[in-house]
């Protein structure tokens, strides 16, 4: 029988691959890999860049790709029999790259390669080998080594079980709430809530933990009792406080402890600072100084919203003492109260159809590229698939593809990801381009009663992030694999491109041509268009803190937690003292917020959350760039388009962020960008 994983032609096989399939396909795979990484090790073997990965680089290529798509499959389709297959297989596939990246034989023959022969994407790829050899472990021996293996491979598995808890006790609860305890919830919600009960024959209307339920509940139910159960249901999810089977409290002990263990096999005081060295931070205090200078800058703003808060739902709702689960619902009720709109209202106008023409509209006339419809194997009927195309003296050319993958279902990770497919490569074996492909994934709602889907603000905003890593990983004209795309680039930099698409979410220009009411038709007004600007930055200093808060509690948990003499109950310590140190908002006794914080734990964010404030430094500075450039009808100029997709998109991780960044900007990132989208006007000095 053939096996899909094994069919390399063009794409994916995602409508045939099974959990039968893995075993073998991954087991046949890591034998032709071992085989190469012996081959190119042998003394004979010449220390040369291509013939390395005409043998070596071709091997792994499609075992990545391979694996990738298994893995891909377990977090949007989730079985037992997937998920058991994938597990089987990952120990494996695990030990395989640890010795890959540790092996002493190979290291040696990368150091034997001159140079002065390579052309400068080659150099920068080889620069991130040796300094990755070193940190894989290359240079330990004997125990250590054995020991270092030993922590890869326990990390994979405890990472991994860490995200099966979270999704599992997500997907395992629902409420079956009546329709006087949804009162106030929008209508396209219920709507939803009352077909998922119909579905299992149930009464009632199914509310779940999933986000186009939750948050809705939590914005617009006017029941508190209601709120509170959902809240409490969340807030404790995959922890003690939840069912046992799905508990995270252990595994987050024993993957830090890890952690610490492998940074001090490598010679570093902890896991920050091993982190850190791949990226644009300097150092852990560089960037605990960074997040503490911001909220400091940010809470005089985020006390000033937080009284506001309070004062209005003492006034106007009733509410003396507000609770934990009340906060997003006064936060909505003052919302519509000071800008005279609902998100609802928004929502209305944006159907996704409309949303995706208008998001590769400015797309196409910004970056000079063609998007259209095409074809390829799918996991779900749901999913799209496209593909870019640039105009060149010999007609269209393709540039890149990608799946969309936009709503929630079971058995599907929470939150919005963009990952490679494969990455643009000149192959070694044929000497042919390989174009990039991307898979874009989000958690929206579906359509309902025969009705487009729609999309809040935010779900657009997000939409619009990951298409902007999507733009990084497929626009790159790199040719080495290694450094092409998103691929090389430091993590607290990968966020630039994202981020920056966000911006074009707030633009009248942009946002005129992606709306059309659900029922009229008629394009999103003006007057609401503004009530949206005037809110814009409604409770951003709360915001602001919030995301400091995680990522200052990622990094301390990485540098000041010891894990060696960690008592039971040190996380939650730790957060408290941070959350003391940061927070202006009170924050529920029982909640568990790092049990599902799967970024850290099973999402490769480790001491790298603050890279969502770091490259937005980065993002905001370089959008300015595109405002001071804008014609008189507020339309963003297709010069400055072209700039940035070549000094950023295009240049990929072909060399360090800061310099693609100052090839963009003409000079190094500053401040006061960000302050003043984020409306903290405030004396903004230079970031680090």
Not at 375 to 385: C, H, I, K, R, S
Not at 415 to 420: C, L, V
Not at 610 to 637: C, H, I, M, N
């Amino acid at each position: 029988m053939s096996n899909p994983l094994l069919d390399f032609a063009d794409l994916p096989l995602f409508d045939q691959i099974q959990p039968e399939h893995i075993a073998p396909a991954i087991d046949q795979l890591l034998a032709q890999s071992e085989a190469a990484l012996q081959e190119v090790t042998q003394p004979q073997f010449p220390a040369d860049w291509r013939a390395i990965a005409r043998v070596l680089d071709v091997a792994t290529e499609r075992l990545g790709r391979a694996w990738g798509a298994v893995g891909h499959l377990n977090a949007v389709a989730d079985t037992p029999a997937l998920r058991a297959a994938y597990n089987e297989a990952m120990p494996r596939v695990t030990a395989f790259w640890t010795r890959l990246g540790s092996d002493e034989r190979l290291y040696a023959k990368y150091k034997a390669i001159d140079p002065t022969v390579l052309d400068a994407e080659q150099r920068q790829a080889l620069s991130n080998a040796m300094r990755n050899f070193v940190l894989g472990g290359a240079e330990l021996q004997g125990a250590a080594k054995e020991r270092f293996a030993q922590i890869q491979e326990r990390s994979a598995e405890l990472s991994q079980k860490f995200s099966e808890n979270a999704l599992d006790a997500t997907d395992a609860f629902a409420y079956y709430g009546t329709k006087e305890e949804l009162d106030g919830v929008p209508q396209d919600v219920v709507a939803t809530a009352r077909a998922a009960a119909q579905a299992e024959d149930k009464p009632g209307y199914k509310l779940t933990l999933k986000m186009p339920s939750y948050l809705p509940v939590m914005q617009f139910a006017r029941s508190s009792a209601l709120r509170e159960t959902l809240y409490r249901a969340y807030a404790t999810r995959a922890s003690e406080l939840g069912d046992p089977a799905f508990d995270n409290t252990a595994l987050i002990g024993e993957i830090l402890a890890l952690r610490q263990e492998e940074a001090q096999l490598l010679g570093l005081p902890n896991f920050g600072e091993l982190s850190l060295v791949p990226k644009m931070a300097g150092s852990a205090k560089e960037v605990t100084d960074f997040l503490r200078d911001l909220a400091a800058k940010a809470r005089p703003f985020a006390l000033q919203d937080l009284a506001d808060l309070r004062a209005f739902a003492a006034e106007q709702l009733g509410i003396a003492d507000p609770q934990p689960w009340d906060w997003s619902y006064i936060g909505e009720k003052l919302k519509e109260s000071r800008y005279a709109f609902s998100e609802q209202e928004v929502k209305a106008y944006f159907t996704a159809p409309k949303v995706l023409a208008g998001l590769f509209k400015i797309v196409e006339t910004l970056f000079e590229v063609s998007i259209r419809r095409d074809t390829a194997p799918v996991w779900n009927p749901g999913v799209e698939f496209y593909r870019i195309e640039r105009s060149t003296a010999q007609g269209m050319q393709k540039v890149g593809q990608f799946y969309l993958d936009p709503a929630a279902r079971p058995g599907k990770r929470g939150g919005a990801w963009m990952d490679d497919v494969r990455a643009r490569w000149l192959r070694p074996d044929d000497n042919r381009v390989q174009t990039p492909v991307a898979q874009m994934v989000c958690n929206f709602a579906d359509g309902v009663e025969g009705k487009p889907p729609l999309l809040t603000h935010d779900d657009v905003i997000t939409l619009f992030h990951e298409f902007g890593h999507g733009l990084h990983h497929m626009l790159t004209q790199v040719n080495e694999r290694d450094v092409s795309g998103i691929s090389g680039v430091e993590w607290d930099a990968v966020e630039l491109p994202s981020q920056f698409m966000e911006n074009f979410c707030w633009e009248w220009e942009v946002l005129r041509h992606m709306t059309a009411h659900v029922d009229t038709g008629e394009p999103l007004p003006r007057a609401l268009f503004d009530k949206m600007i005037a809110a814009k930055n409604f409770q951003s200093g709360l915001q602001t803190l919030r995301q400091i808060e995680f990522s200052l509690f990622d990094m301390l948990l990485h540098t000041e937690y010891d894990a060696a003499k960690a008592q039971p109950g040190d996380v939650m310590a730790l957060l408290g003292k941070v959350r003391s140190e940061v927070a202006v908002m009170p924050s529920a006794p029982f909640s568990r917020t790092p049990n599902t914080f799967t970024h850290i734990f099973s999402g490769g964010y480790a001491a790298g959350y603050y890279s969502y404030k770091w490259a937005e430094v980065l993002s905001a500075d370089a959008y300015a760039a595109f405002e001071e450039s804008t014609d008189a009808d507020g339309r963003p100029s297709v010069e400055t388009g072209r700039r940035y997709r070549t000094a950023i998109l295009e240049a990929g991780g072909s060399r360090p962020a800061i310099e693609s960044f100052k090839a963009f900007r003409g000079r190094a990132p500053e401040l006061d960008a960000l302050l003043r989208h984020q409306g903290m006007v405030a004396h903004a000095s230079k970031a680090a």
